[in-house]
């Protein structure tokens, strides 16, 4: 045990140095298709502020580069992506990216001078459309029913008052799970996700399942690792054969740590949950399970 909480520690500590300058490891994708790796910085903690040109160094001494968002197609940043994307009349701006797939939820910060000072813009769109739905504005419920009229299930859900602007992320999720298609990985490449328990007590027999085909029995040990494809969406299920949740996973490239899910039962009626957890919270989580 010891060993792991100095590894842990390792981990947490070991991109301090970028955020002391605000510089986080990413890289930034051209609109010529090339993806240079390097350092990125997106923004200014003191004052806080949101740069709409982001900063660029392919190493903590070169040379820095500034890219508008007319200069790029995307960037990452440490465990984040950018797109760049024109809206309404707008010019165009980065938008982080929440959650991809067939329907694309997006956020976009813009802040000012002073503290306190930033507009935040939250938005679907469905792939290969234009159009987005604004999460934010008036008449929320009638204009969410009118962009999904198309989707029964959902539709009827949303009569029933089952998304709010501060559950949509359910919504998104959901619509992208009915329109999943498995994909063959064209480059073979993987990455490590990191899964840790936190259950109820069952007898139970607990499961894993990849694109519905796939079994992997969940070990006793409550943090465990396995390999996914990079450059595919994945389909992960996790409960037992009968009763499972869902969920997509979709790896960066290039991002040097492990994401991490939490694998979560509870309820008299043996719920399932998986979540994706940020990575610093998801460590304290694992040091306080290890205990």
């Known amino acids: 045990m010891k060993s792991y909480l100095l590894f842990l520690t390792f981990i947490i500590m070991t991109p301090s140095f970028a955020q002391d300058t605000g510089y986080l490891h990413g890289y930034i994708v051209t609109n010529e298709n ?9 923004k200014n903690f003191t004052p806080y502020r949101v740069l709409q040109d982001i900063k660029f160094k392919k190493e903590k001494s070169g040379e820095m ?21 024109k809206f309404g009349e707008d010019d165009l701006s980065f938008f982080e990216v929440l959650i991809e797939g067939d329907l694309n939820y997006y956020e976009l910060r813009v802040t000012g001078f002073g503290t306190g000072n930033e507009t935040v813009y939250q938005m679907l769109q469905k792939k290969n459309e234009d159009a987005f739905f604004s999460v934010y504005g008036p008449n929320f419920q009638e204009r969410l029913l009118a962009y999904f009229a198309d989707e029964p299930i959902l539709s009827e859900k949303i009569k029933a008052g089952t998304y709010k602007r501060n559950n949509i992320d359910k919504l998104v999720k ?6 999943y298609i498995p994909q063959p990985s064209k480059t073979r490449k993987t990455a490590t996700v990191s899964f ?16 519905d085909t796939l079994e992997y029995r969940i070990p006793d040990k409550y ?7 990079v450059d595919v969406r994945t389909k992960v299920c996790f409960g037992t054969k009968d009763n499972k949740s869902c969920t997509l996973i979709s790896m960066l490239p290039h991002y040097p740590f492990p994401d991490y899910y939490e694998l979560q039962t509870g309820g008299a009626k043996l719920k399932f949950n998986i979540e994706k957890r940020l990575q610093n919270q998801a460590q304290q989580d694992i040091a306080e399970l290890g205990r």
Request: charged share 25%; glycine share 4%; aromatic share 16%.
């Open 223 to 229: 943090f465990f690792t396995l390999n996914v494809p």
């Open 34 to 42: 090339d993806t240079i790796l390097g350092l990125v910085k997106n």
């Open 174 to 179: 959901e619509y992208n799970l009915m329109k």
């Open 65 to 85: 580069e500034t890219y508008a968002p007319k200069d790029l197609k995307s960037f990452q940043v440490g465990s984040s992506r950018y797109v760049s994307k």
């Open 196 to 211: 840790y328990k936190r259950l109820s007590k069952t007898n139970a027999e607990l499961f894993l399942v990849f694109n």
